[in-house]
């Protein structure tokens, strides 16, 4: 089994990617910086806003706090890159992948859990501990329910993939692929609860939040991890994470297909 | 066997124009220009072939190489490989194919080459002994342990081409396309890649096409060639039979041992060279009988020595791409 694994063409591409991550030192560090400062202004503008309140609304400072600092730190630990296929389909290195006999949508997906393991490892992990130490981070209410969270966080991550993997195919039609990822990547950024807790959202609005996929991807977890959910409403946000999944899914592979027929490969 | 049938392929080009307004119509109404790389072609070669695929710039060449490799939809028309129509079946056909394109590299940029190699290992699961005999084999042959930890951007064009080609031929491939695999390399890496090549072809019996413009790869490498030019066919046949049909004549350099005017055999006048006057240079067409002439011009002349260039296939093709598809 673990030899199957080791030889898998799609594990030797995820592992080349995360080896590959590894070499950008300074950009590294300047990240890890950059994310550790960032977390310190967002902590201290809700502190503010509670004003030494213990709760507001029903909820506890030190929950928006663990709430704010995962959804933060997992935002900025998983990055895809929405051009990495553009690029590739525009300088016609997408030809060697064509050439390979494997599936170029689950090799990408590979190159990125790749380097985006990196950053759990090389940069998430370290903020954590950091942040736990200085804001004093809600622990789990159980080791099930950080189990728990923990399944959704990485289906979290596939949805936010499929999500990219959409934008990134449409660079067949569109030229401008730019515009699309920033306004997809602001988008998720307030649904996804990522700036304001969902929590402190309008009702209105978190009970239509109810019917997207963005509640379940950085929230549910958070949720699940503090024990705020019951085991139907666990069960419910799963399902809700699958049935979008494999409506992004389809999207996506429709569009490849497609797409791929608009591929012409430049020079030679 | 690999069967081409009326295919087609055009791209759309957009025409950019410079200046104020040739900017603004670029980016209102940008005119484009539809181009025909490839126009009605249709060949068929069968198994163990190996055929030079040549033609000017711009030919059409790599646009084919690249339908039949699976990375191009065409337009029109069909393709056939080996049963696989090669764009429709393209993750399962791609196992029975190597391809090189010589201008882009199909390895990891930043892997050294025995990494890249491990990696196509795994990706086209080659069995350990089969990958083990094909590594010492192409080591051989290409001296690819000189420089085996090098990253492939650190490698001279002449080191990566020859890790491309060893790359292309690592699974068995049962047919193998070659764009321009000899572009920019120097003679003893010419030498070496042709030599390649050519014993893989003889040993495995695969199947290789190739694109050049260097003519001694045609000369040494190839038994058929195919020339094309906008897209379409204008011959199809041996090297040979090249040379019969457009090589018109042949130069035959007669030396005498004394100096004479100019001779007449078989209807042929000599003209004498400028700069060696004991040399007599004789254009023969290619119906008449060389033995023939040479015994003429012995009854005539006393012969010291005496050489016969063939056609060169080079100047041929160059016949060939001037006079067009009409003619030939
Ligand atoms: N991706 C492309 N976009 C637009 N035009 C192309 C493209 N690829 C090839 N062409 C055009 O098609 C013609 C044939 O090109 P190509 O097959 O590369 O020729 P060759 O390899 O014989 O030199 C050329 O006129 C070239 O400009
Ligand atoms: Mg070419």
New binding site residues.
């Given amino acids: 089994m673990l030899d199957v694994l080791k030889s898998n063409k799609y594990i030797k591409i995820m592992r080349m990617s995360f080896s590959q991550s590894t070499v950008f030192r300074a950009s590294y560090f300047f990240g890890l910086v950059n994310s550790i400062i960032s977390v310190f202004i967002t902590v201290s503008i809700w502190k503010a806003l509670y004003g030494g309140a213990e709760s507001v609304d029903g909820i506890s400072f030190s929950a928006t706090v663990t709430n704010i600092v995962f959804s933060m730190l997992l935002s900025t630990a998983f990055g895809f890159n929405d051009f990495a296929i553009a690029g590739k389909v525009h300088s ?1 290195a997408v030809a060697s992948e064509l050439l390979k006999p494997m599936s170029i949508s689950l090799s990408n997906m590979f190159q990125a859990i790749g380097s985006n393991l990196f950053k759990l490892i090389g940069h998430f992990a370290p903020t954590l501990i950091i942040s736990a130490i200085f804001f004093k981070l809600l622990p789990p209410k159980s080791f099930a329910m950080l189990l728990l969270a923990a399944v959704s966080v990485i289906f979290g991550f596939c949805l936010l993939y499929s999500i990219s993997y959409i934008v990134s195919v449409t660079s067949f039609w569109i030229t401008n692929v730019w515009s699309l990822s920033t306004l997809k990547n602001v988008i998720i950024g307030i649904f996804a609860g990522t700036m304001l807790p969902i929590w402190f959202m309008p009702q209105s609005l978190q009970n239509a939040l109810r019917y997207t996929p963005f509640d379940v991807i950085y929230f549910a977890p958070v949720k699940i991890y503090l024990g705020q959910m019951t085991v139907e409403e666990i069960a419910f946000s799963f399902g809700k994470q699958l049935f979008w999944l494999g409506v992004f899914i389809l999207c996506g592979a429709l569009l490849w297909r497609k797409g791929v027929k608009k591929i ?5 | 066997m690999i069967e081409l049938e009326n295919v087609v ?5 957009v025409k950019r124009k410079s200046g104020f307004r040739g900017t603004l119509k670029n980016l209102f109404a940008p005119e484009t220009e539809i ?4 126009n009605n072609l249709s060949f068929t070669i069968p198994d163990g072939q190996m055929v030079g695929f040549i ?12 339908m039949l490799s699976g990375v191009l939809y065409p337009d029109s028309g069909s393709l056939r490989v080996n049963g696989f129509v090669p764009h429709r079946d393209r993750k399962k056909y791609v196992r029975h194919i190597g391809v090189v394109f010589g201008q882009r590299s199909q390895l990891w940029q930043d892997l050294p080459i025995t990494d890249s190699f491990e990696m196509l290992k795994s990706i086209y699961k080659i069995p350990d002994e089969i990958y083990r005999t094909n590594i010492e084999l192409f080591n051989e042959i290409l001296s690819l342990h000189t420089f085996e930890n090098k990253q492939v951007r650190q490698l001279s064009l002449g080191q990566r081409m020859r890790a491309d080609i060893a790359a292309a031929f690592l699974h068995n491939p049962d047919i193998i396309f070659l ?2 695999p000899t572009i920019g390399l120097d003679v003893v890496v010419k030498e070496n890649v042709r030599a390649f090549i050519k014993s893989i072809n003889e040993q495995r019996g695969c199947t290789v096409i190739f ?1 050049t413009h260097d003519m001694q790869d045609i000369e040494k490498v190839c038994k058929r060639i195919l020339i ?1 030019d906008e ?1 379409a066919l204008l011959y199809d046949g041996t090297t040979e039979k090249l040379r019969d049909v457009f090589g018109e004549e042949r130069v035959l350099t007669v030396s005498l041992n004394e100096k004479t005017d100019t001779l007449t055999a078989c209807g042929i006048k000599s003209s004498v060279d400028a700069e060696n006057p004991l040399d007599h240079i004789f254009r023969v067409p290619k119906q008449i009988k060389l033995p023939e002439m040479i015994t003429e011009i012995s009854a005539k002349a006393e012969i010291a020595d005496l050489r016969i260039k063939e056609p060169e296939i080079e100047a041929i093709i160059r016949r060939i791409y001037e006079k067009g598809a009409a003619d030939a």
């Fill in positions: 016609g012409v490969i430049a020079g030679g | 392929r055009s791209f759309k080009i181009k025909r790389a490839v033609g000017p710039n711009g030919a059409g060449k790599s646009t084919t190489v690249k764009d321009e694109t094309i897209g």
